[in-house]
């Protein structure tokens, strides 16, 4: 089975599970995210991203109540490290700085952290709260730090239960063109 293949039979099969306290599934968390970024017409390699971004939870060995309620999944690693071998920095990049975004986010924002679902501001505990306005500043001179914060923002406006998408399948050539 080659890299695409596996990928929509991931989100197919461990895609239906819960994602995280939220009302929707994972795989419908990913399409909703890669539909934002085309409404705002993001670089192919930026859908991607939005639609691969949490793959780590879909990889990942813990129980789906202890990640990301008790536990940090740490499932932007997880995810790196699975598509970086297999796809370009414009999308492993964004992916592994997603959660860094919303620390980011959160310190520079304050509107953006009165966004976030309980869920949310959970998991942002679990993986170390907001940043301090120096790591804001290093974060933000990060390579791919800017598709990241467009990803975050997209991530958490996607858990709209029954919002219209596209299918796994429909994203299938998009991440075909994009496997290295």
């Not at 890299?3 to 599934?25: K, M, N, P």
């Not at 192919?44 to 109540?65: I, N, Q, R, T």
């Not at 986010?105 to 998991?123: D, K």
């Not at 800017?146 to 050539?173: F, S």
């Amino acid at each position: 089975m080659n890299t695409v293949d596996t990928l929509v039979d991931l989100f197919a099969t461990r895609g239906r599970a819960q994602y995280g306290h939220e009302a929707i599934s994972q795989t419908e968390h990913a399409l909703q995210t890669a539909s934002l970024a085309e409404v705002e017409a993001a670089p192919s390699p930026l859908v991607a991203a939005a639609l691969l971004h949490d793959v780590g939870h879909l990889l990942h060995k813990l129980d789906a109540e202890v990640a990301g309620w008790t536990k940090d999944d740490r499932h932007e690693d997880i995810g790196w490290a699975y598509l970086r071998t297999r796809f370009a920095p414009a999308v492993f990049e964004p992916v592994r700085l997603h959660v860094n975004a919303k620390r980011y986010l959160c310190a520079i924002e304050p509107a953006y952290f009165a966004l976030l679902s309980q869920a949310s501001v959970r998991s942002l505990e679990l993986q170390g709260g907001r940043y301090s306005l120096a790591a804001a500043n290093e974060f933000r001179r990060t390579p791919f730090a800017a598709d990241a914060v467009r990803l975050r923002r997209w991530d958490e406006r996607a858990k709209v239960p029954g919002a219209p998408t596209k299918t796994i399948r429909d994203y299938a050539a998009l991440l075909c063109s994009l496997n290295s």
